[in-house]
């Protein structure tokens, strides 16, 4: 399902799997399939926590999304870029944001990363390369854009950057200015965009008014590709394709990917406005189940391995949840009201 | 030898440029041999190359790539070609880089560079003046510089501190203002400083009003009242207690700004000194800004739009009165 607008320059470059033995294509999918289901086991169990009451905010899935967002982390390195999105939890967890980071955040601890300041999905660790999104959809494109600018400043090498969006997000001005710049420095940086068919509950047809999202790929100088965002195999091999390119130093890459999202906006939607009918959409399949199905089809894992990874998971959450629980949550008259790092130079308010 | 307010910013970034491998600039008609819309680049990007950088007329993203490379250990600065087409960046400005620190423990080390206020002729969209603005937010620095020395010193000291700076040079200053050479000695950013002593009323001001508050001092001591001028130099953070010794001097407040009049920079200075120094107050403090319509493009309103020295003598006298 690879399709590579149409532009001047050098051929693309062999196919992705191709010289790849079986076995490690094979380890690949089942370790893609592992991050799939942390996510999908992780996120119900912060859906269960909402549900109870033990979670302040809001809690966004990233069920339906789970085999594009795992292929998103597995091709990153250290010294490259992620800048994850709303529906992400599979691909910052292949990233390597460990458990604790999700449930001490969305639990409020004082011990997270975010330390009760921002709360569920806008956690990050700049520091680490994984950065935190802000709600203004499109805003981290540039963010990542000047990441991997001042990396080649530097002189460094062989790094690359990728960031993920909606198509929703598609359609604000930040995101246009920021597709724009980074062509325009040419950075090794690669966009998937996950058309879950719903921006919270508008549909494609008041969302975009193009043949398809992949289109816009030429009109801003990047290499398009498209993928069905259910198929694992489809999705690893496009990502994989494109974070070779960008890292080899093609142009920015866009992948669009297409999914139906499979839970509301954020937990608080029963998303009651997607039409009975979509639901059987080849788009629409659950791509966990699908996963797993094809790994027992081609006897990758039997049954009961798959039965154990689930416990194992299972047991991680529990305990990470157990441990963000027991921790304090911050307090008002202890926090450090200071929004300046520079301490001399913070307003005083009598 | 003199040095223009405007020639102190260009050697403030070349001393930045040669001294620090971190600095780069980054905005729109900066790079080749063009060097900006007003000059302050001016031969940066043949001395520095790869360090100038022209960029696409996109504001946002501006901001946003100078973001992402000061998170990577860089010292970005930004250069709006005019103040009023930041507001295309208020969200990378303030959403981002006001809130990065606060929320991850991680500062932003970026310097926006505003060519902001009024000059002849330059109507709606190319004389605005938005300190307001950015300080209303947390996580921002915004300092105005009044004085060619200031220019200089103020963004060397912009691009040296942690958090995000937003650095408002006047426009009408730059060509104006001239000192006979670079200065060696600095106050920092967040002090204020009193530019004239005076002992009847203080007036309170910052950037390009300075010198108009300055001619008001001069005038009135022709009647015998002598004004004390405090320049503020950084409006966020406000330097309240130097205002708070002058009017505890005088007894009388003015405060000039050249924004528009609902809240702002000259507001915030008269609630702190109402709140904070009640007791010092002989008469009630007054303000004068700019009116509350766009800024128009005939000089002949333009004039009359914003503070000059006879709306400002007319109600420094009233104040004088009471």
New interface residues.
């Given amino acids: 399902m690879l399709q590579t607008a149409a532009r001047k320059g050098k051929r693309p470059t062999g196919k992705a799997s191709a010289g790849k033995s079986k076995k490690v294509a094979h380890e690949r999918y089942v370790e893609a399939f592992r991050w799939m289901l942390l996510a999908r086991i992780l996120e119900d169990k912060l859906a269960s926590l909402y549900r109870g009451g033990m979670i302040t905010g809001g809690v966004y899935l990233g069920r339906g999304q789970e085999a594009v967002s795992a292929a998103c982390g597995m091709f990153l390195q250290k010294g490259d870029v992620f800048a994850p999105l709303i529906r992400d939890q599979a691909g910052r967890s292949a990233f390597g944001e460990p458990l604790l980071d999700v449930v001490r955040t969305y639990l409020g601890s004082r011990q997270g ?3 009760g ?2 709360g569920n999905i ?1 956690r ?4 680490e390369n994984q ?2 999104m ?3 959809l499109g ?13 080649r ?2 002189g460094e090498k062989n790094f690359v950057g990728l960031t993920t969006i909606g198509e929703g997000g598609m359609q604000t ?2 995101t246009h ?2 597709l ?2 980074a062509a ?2 040419q950075v090794p940086l690669v966009v998937v965009v996950t058309n879950n068919h719903f921006a919270y509950s508008t549909p494609n047809e008041r969302e975009f008014a193009c043949a398809h999202l992949v289109d816009r790929a030429k009109g801003y100088g990047y290499e398009g590709h498209t993928v069905d965002g259910t198929d694992l195999n489809a999705c690893l091999e496009v990502i994989e394709t494109a974070v070779k390119r960008a890292r080899a130093g093609r142009p920015p890459q866009l992948v669009v990917a297409t999914t139906l999202r499979l839970a509301g906006h954020g937990e608080h939607d029963d998303a009651s406005y997607v039409p009975p009918e979509m639901k059987n959409e080849p788009f629409a399949q659950d791509p966990v189940p699908r996963t797993e199905k094809f790994i027992l089809e081609q006897n990758l894992l039997d049954a009961a391995a798959i039965t154990k990874m689930r416990a194992e998971i299972a047991k991680e959450v529990d305990e990470a949840v157990a441990t963000a629980q027991q921790e304090d949550a911050p307090a008002g008259n202890e926090e450090d009201w ?5 301490r ?5 308010f ?1 | 030898m003199s040095v223009t307010y405007l020639e102190a910013i260009r050697e403030a970034q070349t001393k930045l440029l040669r001294d620090d491998e971190r600095v780069f600039i980054y905005g729109q008609d900066i790079g080749g041999k063009f060097g900006g819309a007003f000059k302050a680049t001016k031969g940066l990007a043949e001395k520095f190359p790869g360090r100038v950088l022209n960029t696409p007329i996109s504001e946002d993203a501006m901001v946003g790539t100078a973001i992402g490379a000061a998170l990577e250990g860089m010292r970005p600065i930004v250069e709006m070609q005019f103040a009023d087409f930041s507001s295309v960046a208020l969200n990378q400005i303030l959403n981002n880089a006001g809130t990065h620190y606060y929320r991850t423990n991680v500062p932003v080390p970026i310097t926006v560079r505003l060519p902001s206020g009024g000059t002849k002729g330059s109507g709606p969209f190319h004389s605005q003046s938005m300190e307001g603005l950015y300080s209303h937010y947390p996580g921002l620095i915004v300092v105005t510089p009044a004085t060619v020395e200031d220019a200089y010193t103020m963004l060397i000291d912009a691009v040296a501190i942690d958090d995000p700076v937003i650095y408002c040079e006047h426009k009408y200053l730059y060509y104006h203002l001239k000192a006979d050479a670079l200065p060696k000695d600095k106050l920092p950013i967040g002090k204020a400083r009193i530019v004239r002593p005076g002992r009847d009323l203080t007036i309170v001001s910052y950037s390009a009003m300075v010198h108009e508050a300055l001619a008001v001092a001069n005038e009135l001591s022709k009647e015998g009242f002598e004004v004390e001028v405090v320049d503020l130099r950084t409006v966020k953070p406000l330097d309240t207690g130097t205002v708070l010794a002058s009017v505890a001097r005088t007894g009388r407040l003015l405060c000039v700004g050249e924004a528009f009049p609902w809240g702002g920079v000259t507001a915030e200075v008269v609630s702190r000194v109402t709140t904070e120094g009640f007791h010092l107050l002989d008469a009630a403090p007054a303000r004068v800004n700019a009116k509350d319509t766009p800024i128009p493009y005939h000089p002949n309103l333009w004039s009359a739009h914003r503070p000059n020295a006879k709306t400002i003598t007319a109600k420094a006298r009233q104040v004088l009165a009471e």
């Fill in positions: 990363p975010m330390r300041r921002d806008h990050g660790r700049p520091r950065l935190a802000i709600s203004h805003a981290m494109i540039p963010v990542i854009t000047g990441k991997l600018l001042a990396k400043m530097k001005g930040a200015e920021g724009n710049i325009v420095e200071s929004a300046l790092s520079t001399d130079l913070k307003d005083e009598p």
